[in-house]
């Protein structure tokens, strides 16, 4: 009876193992789990080129880009600069390492008049002039250091500036210009000096961003130029993602 019983049971549990084999074929397979795709990470490196553009204002001695023998004085000027950028950068991580040189016309001009001065003593018959002072051209060699995070890019920049300035007085009517000790009431130098300055720039896709940033532009001696610029840029990146 025991044997019986003991060969029935084992015919059950074989014919229910049976039954859930062939339930089991009959279910529909599952799909393999989508591989999770990587994040993409923005790649600031490569050779780059670009379009500026802004604003700047400061001031300028109009007297000494003729001449060092007057007291120093100072014209306020402001206007717009446009020109073209290029530069390379490298990225190690978050950090963003290179180098970029911008040349740009320049329209920052201003006038003013006002009695010249030579060791606090009056010239001629103490007349006032009228002066006017101006860039017409500028151009920057400076080193970029930066933040990036993805997209954006955070950056410090310096390195040297040179100006191309120009300077012409009228003296008072009658008076010539030996009268202040120079043969011409005008003249125009090209000052060397440096810039200094910070900004961000954001990646529109892998080889376009756009920048926004400052910079404080000035000649070798502060008292004959110094100024500020607020520029808006466009460039294309060579390499990209």
């Known amino acids: 009876m025991n044997c019986i019983f003991s060969t029935a049971t084992i015919a059950l549990v074989a014919s229910v193992g049976a039954l859930h084999s062939v339930a089991a074929a009959d279910l529909p ?11 993409p990470v923005y790649n600031w490196t490569g050779i ?7 604003g700047g204002w400061g001031h300028q001695d109009p007297l000494n880009l003729i001449t060092n023998r007057f007291d120093d004085a100072s014209i306020g000027f402001s206007g717009g600069v446009f020109g073209g950028t290029a530069g390379a950068q490298i990225q190690s991580g978050h950090v963003v390492i290179g180098f970029e040189a911008d040349i740009d016309w320049a329209g920052l001009k201003g006038s003013a008049t006002f009695v010249p001065t030579i060791g606090g003593g009056l010239i001629g018959n103490g007349g006032a002039i009228n002066a006017t002072t101006n860039i017409d051209w500028e151009a920057t060699a400076r080193a970029r250091i930066g933040y990036a995070e ?9 390195g040297l500036a040179m100006l191309g300035t120009k300077s012409s007085f009228t003296p008072p009517l009658g008076v010539p210009c030996s009268t202040f000790g ?17 900004g961000v720039e954001y990646g529109i896709t892998p080889n376009i961003s756009a920048k926004f940033e400052y910079l404080y532009i000035t000649a070798a001696s502060l008292d004959i130029s110094h100024h500020s610029e607020i520029r808006a840029g466009l460039n294309y990146r060579f390499g990209g993602n």
Request: aromatic letters at 10%; one cysteine or more.
């Open 48 to 54: 780059y080129v670009g379009l500026n553009g802004g």
């Open 29 to 39: 397979t599952r799909p393999a789990a989508a591989l999770m795709s990587p994040v």
């Open 150 to 158: 993805q997209n954006w890019l955070f950056y410090a920049t310096g």
């Open 182 to 198: 120079i043969a011409n009431c005008s003249g125009s130098s090209k000052q060397v000096g440096a810039a200094l300055g910070a």
